[in-house]
T-cell receptor, first 112, second 112 residues
């Protein structure tokens, strides 16, 4: 069966520090991978998605970037965090675009 | 895309009651719909999906109804339990979008 791992579960970072969140998927090949952000009490904002190694699509201009160095690995990064980067970050995968997503357990990021 | 809103609609029910959560989707050309459940601090969990060639689909204690005429989707939960307390999101796959579009979410509160 397929599983998705996302870490860390919580992270507290100072403003201006770098960020690296990692997500890996097991049990499937060539998944579509996604990063979402969710502010408290709000819906899901798509940040990035990837259909293959090295292929990244960005949905919104922001302080963050994403990379896919391996087929089942998706990384969310920032060189310098802003207060507004705080939120709940979710990684997800799907077998194809516009098919159901399977989400990771999320990372609660607090930028102070 | 992002669903924004400062306050989630809330449905409060008693344990044992049947719950109905509603969703108005945006695009009449969408042909695939999904319901997710998100418990506090966790990632959204897939519940059930339905394609537009169906009006109804049943799972374990859950039923999804699709009314394409009025672009309405509902999730019925039978014999609601405290463990059903969560935020429920609907999602659709509008043409021209690379990924699913999520609704704003409804919070379900189940009291014993």
């Amino acid at each position: 069966s397929q599983t998705i791992h996302q870490w860390p579960a919580t992270l507290v970072q100072p403003v201006g520090s770098p960020l690296s969140l990692e997500c890996t998927v097991e049990g499937t090949s060539n998944p579509n991978l996604y990063w979402y952000r969710q502010a408290a009490g709000r819906g899901l904002q798509l940040l990035f998605y990837s259909v293959g190694i090295g292929q990244i699509s960005s949905e919104v201009p922001q302080n963050l970037s994403a990379s896919r160095p391996q087929d089942r690995q998706f990384i969310l990064s920032s060189k310098k965090l802003l207060l507004s980067d705080s939120g709940f970050y979710l990684c997800a995968w799907s077998r194809a675009l516009n098919e159901k997503l399977f989400f990771g357990s999320g990372t609660q990021l607090s930028v102070l | 895309g992002e669903s924004v809103g400062l306050h989630l609609p809330t449905l409060s029910v008693q344990e044992g009651d049947n719950s109905i959560i509603n969703c108005a989707y945006s695009n009449s050309a969408s042909d695939y719909f999904i319901w997710y459940k998100q418990e506090s601090g966790k990632g959204p969990q897939f519940i059930i999906d339905i394609r537009s060639n169906m009006d109804k689909r049943q799972g374990q204690r859950v039923t999804v109804l699709l009314n394409k005429t009025v672009k309405h989707l509902s999730l019925q939960i039978a014999a609601t339990q405290p463990g059903d307390s969560a935020v429920y999101f609907c999602a659709e796959n509008p043409p021209g979008y690379s990924t699913l579009t999520f609704g704003k979410g409804t919070m379900l509160l189940v009291s014993p």
